[in-house]
């Protein structure tokens, strides 16, 4: 019985692959991922095997790295995502957390809906043109500034500055990208708020 459930449930996985094909039209969305939010760029790319809840946003151009058939798997909750960011595949963003100030940390409210919820929750903030590698977890409360890069399996726990290179568990400072005079000139100019035509995409690969 049960197994002939699973492969009910199994069988109607196509009518959901169709359904998304017709909800992400006029998006670059796969249908093999899983989007909630309302708050996506028509400009912004979600690969396949991508979760993203509806609290999270992407800018444009950004894009989240998955696979054609939804094998990788990457859970973006309460992120707000900027412009220009290159994310790779697996990436898990943990805004929430179980208080454990409290005597338990069970989620009680799961047995009786009626106690208050034990849960904490901070958004999460990548700001524009950043690098994640694969496989990087992001906690709860933290913001990723302008230009920044995420090594691949990092764990960042605390905010990263503008254009720093993290890496690591807990993820630490290796390098920055520039000194701080073109950093500066970097953030005031803020590219990525202008049309950006073939010479200055050109330039801002080529400098
Ligand atoms: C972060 C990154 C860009 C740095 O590259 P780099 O400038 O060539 O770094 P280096 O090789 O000079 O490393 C500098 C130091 O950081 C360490 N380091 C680099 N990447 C690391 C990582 N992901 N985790 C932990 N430590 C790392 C190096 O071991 C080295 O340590 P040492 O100074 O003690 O020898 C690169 O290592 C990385 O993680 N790239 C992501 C690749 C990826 O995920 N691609 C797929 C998605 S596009």
Redesign the pocket.
Known sequence: MLFQLLYFIYSLYPIYILINIIRYLGYKISPYSHCFSKKISKKAIIMGGVFFDSKSSIDDYSYI?GDNFGFSKSKILNTHIGKYC?I?TNLITLPSGHNYRMISNYPFKLIYPKNKDNLTSKPITINNDVWI??NVIILGGVVISDGA?I????VVTKNVPPYT?V??NPAKI??TRFQKNIVEQIKKEQWWNHKISQKLANRLNNI
Do not use: M, N, P, Q
């Not at 090594?151 to 990092?154: P, T």
């Open positions: 790295s290159s790779g590698g694969s890069v090594g691949a399996g990092s290179i890496a690591g290796i390098k």
